[in-house]
């Protein structure tokens, strides 16, 4: 090869990641040395282009929740938001007390008691964990802007009671109306004759004793009426008041959503703390048994030994705007009661009752009683007015309440009622209910003597507990907690 006499000019080439000189001179073109070329231009160096960073994914807590505030109780769905790039296991914390309340993704919780919650919600996965933490996250209250107590306030529309001024008053001359009776041959032919959607109406002047004819069925979906409160009418009156049967009574319903409207329905009557024939023969007016949507309405209901309306293991019964009174007996006595199942009791007004609401405490068993007026006259023994009994679960039959295995039933909510003053306690809870009783925003007017320092509720249970008391009237002085409740053992 020829020398090089040439400037020789060296050109860095960057190549996949590899620097290369590129040599280059005119005398070693390898062309004839007397030969012409075109000068090659100089090349551009290429911009070297930075390194590209790759993060990685970290593992970030984060979380949502809904609603932030409201009244107890208050249900708070937690929803999670974290980013993870791996499975990820979950530790929630909902009030901040160093105790994992819950494990998985997106839990919800019922806040019992009011107060402002701090929420921590831990997440660990294979890179590590991480938390975040929402202080006075979840405000739960007691009192609600323009906040009512007692019945007076009544929302319903109608009047507490029922009687004049109620709306819904059947007068005899509806299409629904099939049958028209005033006597006993044409009620009972009626009730075995009357189809779903039919109404049998009882004259408002009708008088008819049913003594020696219990347990008349009322069909699915047939409604019994009079006419209560129209132009001055007291309803048709029904009795029924001798039994030597064993817990009879005037009406059975025999299907789901029959309604009992506008009556006024008379049992036996029996004098304070009587016995009668014995209370296996006390009489109940209306009983309904595994059957849905019983519906009892602007009636007068009184004297019945045993109760004005018994419902076992039924739902949605609904019983509104009655006057229900002198329903007195030593063993029972109720304005209503209730063995399973779910009853709401709603703007009636109690008087001379042993119980105006008794419940068995059995499993699931829940009522809800709102804007009830309780005047609270007599006292007959054991009679404080709104009662839930102690069961065992798993033996109906046990009667020994010392035993731990007791409950009070599920779910009781006792709330804008009215409580003039009574000899006993206005409220009793005989055990623990599984998830609680519910007592708020009612009116206690006086002391009851049967309770330490007179307060008008009571529990009585081997552990205590699940008793939500807030925000009542005592003697005119508001009370937020349970400062009302005496607190004992069976």
Same mark, same amino acid.
């Given at each position: 090869?020829?020398?090089?006499?040439?400037?020789?000019?060296?050109?860095?080439?960057?190549?996949?990641?590899?620097?290369?000189?590129?040599?280059?001179?005119?005398?070693?073109?390898?062309?004839?040395?007397?030969?012409?070329?075109?000068?090659?231009?100089?090349?551009?160096?290429?911009?070297?282009?930075?390194?590209?960073?790759?993060?990685?994914?970290?593992?970030?807590?984060?979380?949502?929740?809904?609603?932030?505030?409201?009244?107890?109780?208050?249900?708070?769905?937690?929803?999670?938001?974290?980013?993870?790039?791996?499975?990820?296991?979950?530790?929630?914390?909902?009030?901040? #007390?160093?105790?994992?309340?819950?494990?998985?993704?997106?839990?919800?919780?019922?806040?019992?008691?009011?107060?402002?919650?701090?929420?921590?919600?831990?997440?660990?996965?294979?890179?590590?964990? #991480?938390?975040?933490?929402?202080?006075?996250?979840?405000?739960?209250?007691?009192?609600?802007?323009?906040?009512?107590?007692?019945?007076?306030?009544?929302?319903?529309?109608?009047?507490?009671?029922?009687?004049?001024?109620?709306?819904?008053?059947?007068?005899?001359?509806?299409?629904?109306?099939?049958?028209?009776?005033?006597?006993?041959?044409?009620?009972?032919?009626?009730?075995?004759?009357?189809?779903?959607?039919?109404?049998?109406?009882?004259?408002?002047?009708?008088?008819?004793?049913?003594?020696?004819?219990?347990?008349?069925?009322?069909?699915?979906?047939?409604?019994?009426?009079?006419?209560?409160?129209?132009?001055?009418?007291?309803?048709?009156?029904?009795?029924?008041?001798?039994?030597?049967?064993?817990?009879?009574?005037?009406?059975?319903?025999?299907?789901?959503?029959?309604?009992?409207?506008?009556?006024?329905?008379?049992?036996?009557?029996?004098?304070?703390?009587?016995?009668?024939?014995?209370?296996?023969?006390?009489?109940?007016?209306?009983?309904? !048994?595994?059957?849905?949507?019983?519906?009892?309405?602007?009636?007068?209901?009184?004297?019945?030994?045993?109760?004005?309306?018994?419902?076992?293991?039924?739902?949605?019964?609904?019983?509104?705007?009655?006057?229900?009174?002198?329903?007195?007996?030593?063993?029972?006595?109720?304005?209503?009661?209730?063995?399973?199942? #779910?009853?709401?009791?709603?703007?009636?007004?109690?008087?001379?009752?042993?119980?105006?609401?008794?419940?068995?405490?059995?499993?699931?068993?829940?009522?809800?009683? !709102?804007?009830?007026?309780?005047?609270?006259?007599?006292?007959?023994?054991?009679?404080?007015?709104?009662?839930?009994?102690?069961?065992?679960?798993?033996?109906?039959?046990?009667?020994?309440?010392?035993?731990?295995?007791?409950?009070?039933?599920?779910?009781?909510?006792?709330?804008?009622?009215?409580?003039?003053?009574?000899?006993?306690?206005?409220?009793?809870?005989?055990? !623990?209910?599984?998830?609680?009783?519910?007592?708020?925003?009612?009116?206690?007017?006086? #002391?009851?003597?049967?309770?330490?320092?007179?307060?008008?509720?009571?529990?009585?249970?081997?552990?205590?507990?699940?008793?939500?008391?807030? &925000? &009542?009237?005592?003697?005119?002085?508001?009370?937020?907690?349970?400062?009302?409740?005496?607190?004992?053992?069976?």
């Amino acid at each position: 090869m020829k020398n090089c006499p040439d400037t020789v000019v060296a050109y860095p080439v960057l190549v996949t990641g590899m620097l290369f000189l590129l040599v280059w001179c005119a005398g070693c073109s390898g062309l004839p040395e007397n030969s012409t070329m075109t000068p090659t231009p100089t090349p551009t160096i290429p911009l070297v282009l930075p390194v590209q960073t790759l993060v990685k994914i970290t593992t970030a807590a984060q979380f949502t929740a809904s609603p932030l505030q409201g009244r107890v109780p208050l249900a708070v769905q937690f929803t999670d938001k974290s980013v993870s790039p791996d499975a990820i296991s979950y530790q929630w914390d909902i009030n901040n #007390d160093g105790v994992t309340d819950y494990t998985t993704k997106n839990p919800a919780h019922t806040y019992l008691s009011t107060g402002i919650y701090t929420v921590k919600l831990t997440i660990t996965d294979a890179s590590g964990s #991480d938390h975040e933490t929402k202080t006075n996250y979840i405000t739960v209250s007691s009192l609600e802007s323009g906040e009512t107590f007692g019945a007076e306030p009544n929302p319903t529309g109608n009047p507490l009671g029922g009687g004049a001024g109620y709306l819904r008053i059947i007068t005899g001359t509806e299409s629904r109306v099939k049958y028209v009776v005033s006597t006993r041959d044409q009620l009972i032919t009626a009730l075995n004759n009357a189809k779903s959607g039919e109404v049998v109406f009882v004259k408002g002047t009708a008088v008819i004793d049913m003594t020696g004819t219990p347990n008349n069925v009322i069909p699915a979906g047939v409604t019994v009426a009079s006419d209560r409160g129209n132009s001055g009418s007291s309803g048709a009156l029904i009795k029924y008041s001798c039994n030597t049967r064993s817990g009879t009574s005037l009406f059975e319903v025999g299907g789901d959503n029959v309604r009992v409207t506008g009556l006024r329905l008379e049992g036996e009557m029996l004098p304070e703390d009587g016995t009668g024939n014995g209370e296996a023969s006390y009489l109940r007016a209306i009983n309904v !048994r595994n059957k849905a949507g019983l519906e009892v309405d602007n009636c007068e209901i009184f004297g019945w030994a045993w109760s004005c309306v018994t419902t076992m293991d039924s739902t949605g019964t609904y019983i509104h705007h009655n006057y229900l009174h002198h329903n007195q007996a030593r063993g029972e006595g109720y304005g209503a009661d209730i063995y399973g199942g #779910d009853m709401l009791v709603e703007a009636n007004i109690f008087n001379y009752n042993r119980h105006d609401i008794a419940a068995g405490g059995y499993p699931g068993e829940m009522y809800e009683a !709102r804007y009830n007026l309780v005047r609270g006259d007599g006292h007959p023994i054991g009679s404080h007015h709104f009662d839930v009994h102690a069961c065992n679960p798993d033996d109906l039959s046990d009667a020994n309440e010392r035993s731990s295995a007791f409950i009070a039933g599920n779910l009781y909510k006792i709330h804008h009622n009215t409580f003039e003053a009574g000899q006993q306690a206005s409220i009793g809870i005989r055990s !623990r209910p599984v998830t609680g009783a519910y007592i708020y925003n009612n009116i206690f007017m006086g #002391d009851t003597p049967d309770t330490l320092g007179g307060v008008p509720v009571w529990q009585r249970a081997v552990t205590w507990g699940n008793m939500f008391v807030s &925000n &009542n009237y005592w003697k005119g002085t508001l009370y937020t907690g349970d400062e009302i409740v005496w607190y004992l053992h069976p």
